[in-house]
Every structure is written in C-alpha cells, then in structure tokens.
C-alpha cells in the first residue's frame, strides 16, 4: 500500500496572506486541522495547523477587549504563525515509511508534493483507517492472539491449520513480543468453530494462544 492509495488528493488550501482568526473559521466548517499554504504563485511555502493558531490567540486573562482581540487577530497573518520548513513525502512512498516519518519528527500530517507541487496530504486519520483495514476491524469474526517460537515455518503450521478446518483470515499481523525467541501474531478468522479451531492450533507445538475474542 502505497501513500498515492490512501491521500487526500487536492487538498483544501490557504494563502499566506489569510489572516489567523479567518483560517480559524475556515479550519472548523471544513473540519480540518491542517492546511498546507500556498502562495501567489500556487507554491507551497509552509503548513499551518489549528494548534498554531491557537497558539498565537490571545489568552483567556488578556485585559483586552472584544475589539481589541478581533483587532489583533485580523493583523496577524497565517504567513507569521505557519512551519516554513515542512517535511513532506511523495506518492509512491511506502505508508509505513510515512508512519514512521512523522512517529520520528512527532508530526500528525505530511504533504503530498510531485515535482515540488502540493498533489495531497496524509494525515494520522488516514494511517488509522489503514490500521482498522489491515486488522479487519470492521468485519466479524474471531481474533485470535497467539506466540509462536521466532522461526522459519510457524506462521505456515498456524495458517495450514486454521484452512484444513474450513476458516478463512480475514487480516493477520505480526507484533514483537517481550521474549526475542518468540513472535506475536494477530489473526481475524472467519467461517470456522471456536472450539474446533482453538483445539487444532493448540496442537501445535509451542503455540501459545494469548487472547481469543470474538468481534
């Protein structure tokens, strides 16, 4: 899966110029928390997201007054308060290297740019619909958490095992467990009985079932 399969192409855009308090309005109708920003010339120079903009509000004690607030957030504009220096990636990007990209700079969105023009965006929403489809979240069945030894061959005795009884998986993944001799995986398995799955994966050897829960 690549980021092209899971952007937001055209995404929605602001200029430079717009001022704070209006990008703020604009951010809430479209429920948005990011907007990348966009120059005179349809260039991309910075991103501005909605915790920047509170930032830059007065606080609650101010001693301001009403007018005096809308005054000041009418003057200052998205062009001083945006990130200039935007870490952004490109369509054919892995989605797990745009996952790990903005876990490693602490991030919850990435620009989407081919040949230095803005084609979309990705944000931490999109990576979790990615999550849910991966784990199959939103189909029933029977999850299955098991530990097998860190081996070639284990994870071909688990998915021979669940097929030779008719089940069906529906989403699988791996996770690091706390012993590094041994590996967890995750299965969502459908068109199977419980009890008679659970009897022939506990035959194999080493095999630990974790966690079982039908959802």
Same mark, same amino acid.
């Given at each position: 899966m690549l980021i092209k399969d899971r952007m937001t192409?055209?995404?929605? !855009?602001? *200029?430079?110029?717009? *001022?704070?308090? #209006? !990008?703020h309005r604009y951010m809430q109708e479209q429920n948005v928390?990011?907007?990348?920003?966009?120059?005179?010339?349809? #260039?991309?120079?910075?991103?501005?997201?909605? =915790? #920047?903009?509170?930032?830059?509000q007065p606080s609650a004690a101010t001693s301001l007054s009403m007018w005096e607030i809308h005054y000041l957030l009418d003057r200052i504009k998205v062009k001083d308060v945006m990130v200039r220096e935007? @870490?952004? &990636? @490109?369509?054919?990007?892995? +989605?797990e290297e745009a996952a790990q990209l903005m876990l490693e700079h602490k991030i919850s969105c990435l620009p989407v740019v081919r040949g230095g023009k803005l084609v979309g965006i990705i944000t931490e929403t999109d990576l979790f619909r990615v999550? %849910?489809? %991966?784990?199959?979240?939103?189909?029933? /069945?029977?999850? +299955? !958490? $098991?530990?097998?030894?860190?081996?070639?061959?284990?994870?071909?005795?688990?998915?021979?095992?669940?097929? *030779?009884? /008719?089940?069906?998986? =529906?989403? =699988?993944?791996?996770?690091? *467990?706390? #012993?590094? &001799?041994?590996?967890? $995986?995750?299965m969502k398995v459908r068109d199977a009985d419980r009890k008679t799955l659970l009897d022939a994966l506990s035959q194999i050897e080493d095999l630990t079932i974790v966690d079982v829960r039908e959802m």
């Open positions: 192409k055209h995404p929605l !855009t602001i *200029s430079e110029e717009q *001022s704070i308090a #209006d !990008t928390r990011h907007l990348p920003v966009l120059n005179k010339a349809g #260039d991309m120079v910075g991103l501005v997201a909605e =915790s #920047d903009l509170l930032k830059a935007v @870490i952004t &990636t @490109i369509e054919d990007c892995p +989605i999550f %849910l489809e %991966l784990f199959a979240a939103r189909q029933k /069945g029977l999850r +299955i !958490t $098991m530990e097998v030894p860190d081996r070639a061959g284990e994870f071909a005795k688990v998915t021979k095992a669940i097929a *030779s009884h /008719g089940g069906y998986i =529906s989403a =699988s993944g791996a996770f690091l *467990s706390e #012993d590094p &001799t041994r590996a967890g $995986m995750v």
